[in-house]
């Protein structure tokens, strides 16, 4: 079965670095990946679409790299701010039924 | 941009009773809504998909007899857990999108569910 695998260790960073959260897939390419910001007690938040003929999506300081040979996408969070801090969710969607299947996300802490 | 909401927030019942969780597209017509329940530190899963209009479609292993999914108008879904146990204690949170095949899904806040 197609598995979505996110570091469930925290990532850690200093303010104003360059954050990059990492997101493996199995077996097949999706029609496109999703990234979500989630909150504590919140629901997710859709930050950005890449499909699978992308290579790279920008907005504002948020950029998102898909290689299909890698079966890996990555999420940049760049000038990363204390407010930044939550959990990112990669989401992969098949060309059948369009459903996002999530991963677990990652914990992002942005220290002062 | 598109708000979904969802009420209560938070629900503390006894074991054996029922709840409800209302799903509401505030400022769109959503022709899908989903339904997912997420446990501590995992991610969310999707229990069932329901369109306007018709019978949702349920994940492999979810109880359709014990989460009964109505989607009676384009704003509104509701998910009631029915006869609740402490296992069913989660956070369940709703989504809609207003149609095609990849148009984005947008969440509601959650609804934290506690059974005694």
């Known amino acids: 079965s197609q598995k979505i695998e996110q570091n469930s260790e925290a990532l850690n960073i200093q303010e104003g670095k360059t954050a990059t959260l990492t997101c493996n897939y199995t077996?097949?390419?999706?029609?496109?990946l999703q990234w979500y910001r989630q909150d504590p007690g919140r629901g997710p938040v859709f930050l950005l679409l890449i499909r699978e003929n992308e290579k790279e999506k920008r907005k504002e300081r948020l950029k998102v790299t898909f290689d299909t040979t890698l079966k890996q996408s990555l999420f940049h969070i760049t000038a990363s701010q204390p407010a930044d801090s939550a959990t990112y969710l990669c989401a992969w969607a098949s060309g059948g039924s369009y459903i996002p299947t999530f991963g677990r996300g990652t914990s992002l802490i942005v220290h002062p | 941009g598109a708000v979904v909401s969802q009420h209560p927030s938070w629900v503390i019942c006894k074991s054996g009773t029922s709840v409800k969780i209302e799903c509401r597209s505030l400022d769109f017509q959503a022709t899908t809504m989903f339904w997912y329940r997420q446990f501590p530190k995992q991610s969310l899963m999707l229990m069932a998909t329901?369109?306007?209009?018709?019978?949702?479609?349920?994940e492999q292993g979810v109880e359709k007899d014990k989460f009964l999914i109505n989607h009676a108008s384009l704003t509104l879904s509701t998910l009631t857990v029915t006869s609740a146990h402490p296992e069913d204690s989660s956070f369940y949170i709703c989504s809609a999108k207003s149609g095609g095949t990849t148009d984005t899904q947008y969440f509601g806040p959650g609804t934290r569910l506690t059974v005694l």
């Open positions: 077996n097949y390419s999706p029609a496109y």
């Open positions: 329901s369109n306007e209009g018709s019978k949702a479609t349920y």
